[in-house]
């Protein structure tokens, strides 16, 4: 399958019968080779239905444009839809914000560089200088944007301006460790990704892995979300756990924490590239 | 949903466009409501389709054998199908063949009894006396049929009509030890789940947990997979795995594993009960 | 190995050097054969030591009694030692209490009548007459002890006598859905082993699959711990996750929920029995 | 604990009683404070011991040799005890031999930058030219030796003499791809460590990834072991898992294997570097 003529539909709306039908059909009668189809509904009788299909464009007889207000003006309009159609020769382009900490950022550049990711990285942004060779050795621009209490909303203006000069589709905080305001996060809705350092909803706020072995749980985990204006509530996108035991002290738990947290962060951005998933409230539907 | 009311389609056929909208919209001019829908594609060019559908069944405007009727004569025929429609209702009927160790079997019938495993159990077989109260305890007919070199045929001849007697649908052989015949196995395609105790295609053969002890691996496992004439050959459904270390002796491997071995063997028989499953040559689709 | 001849020696103290030594060589001179060590420290200066000691018992010169005074009289009064000598022969007692659901309890009874829990089970209590049947099929006694808010001091005394009379060495809590009293868990510190059903501590209180179904985790949990004064906040034995999707409901939630309780409690029971875990304030070293 | 003044001390003997009170009172009376004791007994009557001792030297009576001559002349020659100190202090030196596929190999490297791995790493070397600037980015130096099966005695004649110089203490085959000889296998005993793309013993030989794809496997793996003179048999350090499934081709496997070989491989060079492994015959006894 040539990743370069792949196309994707994805659909919200009232679940009622014949939706499938209607989507594959126009699919279809327009030349679509539906290559891949997932769908979930939340109660046939009165839920929602969440679709996702992957097609070939080649035999398409339309071109994008008209192909899109053709659907909007039959299927779309009669099932009353939220939905969008991408074109995965169109590499979404990938901001990223990190601190101090660079496992998790680096992680990303690195699966970049080897191809494992369709993404561009038009820039990366840190609050400290102390990354500033190891991203640019990636061929990647590096801005400094102190960022304190007290410059809190400069520093914000002067992110979103990157972003807007950037053309950045997604954010992702790649352990940056500054709380953005409820302002920011809605300025990209369901576009910022967090990994947060422990399994959500235990241990929010400040040095989880304190936390857990404060509590001496037998298992860390790490959660990648969607930010909202709500700390650490946003919708869950992946999540995977480790064991550890009494042995092991606070930077043993960071440690592991640190593999966690990159195979964690690196599916959720994988899958938000490959536009898989679907935000429903304060939940993800996942066709991972 | 009501399981109660649901139907599945499985096809599997030469992927051609078109396809996923023929049986979706047959389906949906039928009154059929479609509740989940999986495919597979193994190659949009050249390959093979494999689709399962779940659809609420009170809508239909025709009975089960006239809908089925016009499936083949329209869809099935157009797009030469290999395919079937199974209803939930219809619970099939697993017979359970065992030898001395109970875990597996013991298992299943636990999770029959609790409502977990919509199937009937019409009798278990095994070539020792030993379960014979504790499978009589559910209310299960229990068979003994000694099975030795020298009585295979016989033996297997008459488990062939206890079998047809208790009009079984499909064998779960639950550490069933002997090796049945290939025209044993032949007369059941697709119809025999067996759970080996290793992680196939390693360890292949008699005593998997010695051999895995003589090795030093750092892990176990089990493989549930169906029966064919090549010995641990067939086509595998499940696996699981497990960490073992130094300290653990080949009674520690057993014990391990016989937790291991109930969970892959659960889910793999409520795989094949719900019909999540289609064989594709040497390998499984899993509509899990 | 002979388990019928073996004993332990748990010790916890302040941490300073010669302790191992000091009591490797007393069991060494007194003919003890010590099979395994495990020790762990917080912290070499100021810190605690557990340390547990599995040794064969045939070859002493002295008789249980009269060893465990020299012990007291030497090594324990030098390092100021809280200890215990235990030994394999002398099987703990294990009363169960449960509710409705029955798996978990169903789990332990099975795994003790399989020889694999090496307890005796003098008695099961619950708060519903439901599983009287199930569990006298073990031959177990069963005891029916209604519990309500009302009556929830009378229902208590009650199973304390139970428990006394059934010389119980420890109780666990296999899906008992009532709050028991701090002064009932008072009674049995470190004896009530409880498992709750999610990830601790997310998800503490009432009907926690719910709660992680209404928060969309992608991971659910299962938690052993003893039980304190304090809900739900009591030392952790041991957890496990498994993963969810978008389209698992709370049911399934509930029944993935349900194989990770019988896994977590039977190894967290199973730890106890060997008397693996060293309670550590609200934390626990388990020896595994 | 400080890690600079760190000393380990691993015994491999017969089993009698006595050994533990020896060895631990020997330390103990030279000033040693033993803060980590692992032990595995293969059996107390007959057996093999095998014993890791972590203990701070600050204190010790007797310089490094004069220590080592004690033990060795007192309770390891009373015991016929196999045995080696090491102290963190001394970096071991660990060379990498890496072919086309750089994720292995820039996952330690990575790791030693952050100081995860306290190694020093004199050299990298390849059958091909295309890391050379990747590696030289970490400051490690390169070396280029090319490798056919006509210029095999060259070739490994010429990595011998570059180990030499380097004074490499042990060899890392991150991904090379080429065969060693026997010769060149033994004259690293227990010190060259390969990360083979599957679950040992499944899966030996070329193409791995492919193998389990045309098997069909549920689970794919990844093993860490020491060579031998024997491809793929040598002692298994660890392992680890991943699910696939049908929808997953033979690039996916590829893909999702990396990451386990990336974790596998850094696990079993921590626990080399830090001495926590005895080689038993053909299994390791890892004291993680």
Redesign the interface.
Known sequence: ?NPETLARLLIRCDDR??I??AA??F??HH???????????T??TGGQL?MRLEF?TP?LDLPRGALERAFADTVAAQYRMDWRMTYAADRPRMAILVSGHD?AA?ELL?RWQ?G?LRVDVPCVISNHETLRSAVE?FGVPFHHVPFSAATQDAAEAQMQQLLVEARADFIVLARYMRILSAEFAAAWPAKIINIHHS?????VGADPYRQAYE?????I?ATAHYVTADLDQG???????ARV???DVVDDLR?LGR?LER?VLARAVRWHVEDRIIV?G?????F?
Not at 199 to 203: E, G, K, V
Request: avoid cysteine.
């Open positions: 399958m019968p014949g499938v039908a594959t059909t699919l279809y030349g679509a080779n539906i290559t891949e189809l997932d769908q979930h509904s109660d046939p969440f070939q035999a496992h680096m690195w080897r494992e050795a399994f959500l909803p235990a241990f509590r001496g749980v037998k298992i985990g919708p869950i996108i992946e999540q995977d756990t035991s009494h042995s440690r593999d195979q429903d304060n939940k993800t539907v996942v991972a």
